[in-house]
């Protein structure tokens, strides 16, 4: 049954979004709607990453309040820093952050998180996945960063997934 439909909830979905967005029961949508929910999760098999097991869904929602938090208080120094080009301020850096993560679903988690806290950007991970390069608006001191990153993203994402 995998083989003929690999991802069934992915199928659904695509079926009723081409139905809604066409606005249409006739029966040819619905063939249609059928072809594209069957064929494209088919031909996408080879792209989606390794099923997710989740270990410790408490520890999902601690990582998400952790991450909201972080994300309006980046946002607020963002804009403090944009508002007030005269204060004085730390400049932007590249900072190496050594991991001991290796799950593909985790990293990609870690490469969300940072890539929507305001100031942050994945830059680079090295071919072996045991070095982040991440580019910082500010960096007072670099071994603060990478605590960061380890402590409250790196720890509970290797509690979720691995």
Not at 35 to 52: E, F, N, Q
Request: proline fraction near 9%; include cysteine; glycine fraction near 4%.
């Amino acid at each position: 049954m995998k083989r003929l439909l690999p991802a069934p909830l992915l199928s659904t979905a695509l079926f009723l979004l081409w139905l809604l967005l066409n606005q249409s029961l006739s029966p040819g949508n619905l063939l249609l709607a059928l072809l594209v929910a069957w064929l494209i999760p088919l031909l996408t098999r080879g792209l989606r990453p390794l099923p997710v097991r989740i270990r410790r869904p408490g520890t999902v929602l601690r990582l998400g309040l952790t991450v909201v938090a972080d994300t309006v208080a980046s946002n607020l120094s963002v804009a403090r820093l944009l508002l007030s080009p005269g204060r004085p301020r730390h400049g932007a850096d590249f900072v190496l952050i050594p991991l001991e993560l290796r799950d593909p679903n985790a990293l990609a988690v870690l490469a969300m998180i940072v890539c929507i806290t305001p100031g942050t950007a994945w830059a680079e991970l090295s071919l072996d996945r045991s070095m982040l390069m991440l580019h910082a608006l500010e960096v007072d001191d670099p071994q603060t960063l990478i605590d960061h990153v380890k402590q409250y993203y790196e720890r509970p994402l290797m509690e979720i997934f691995e």
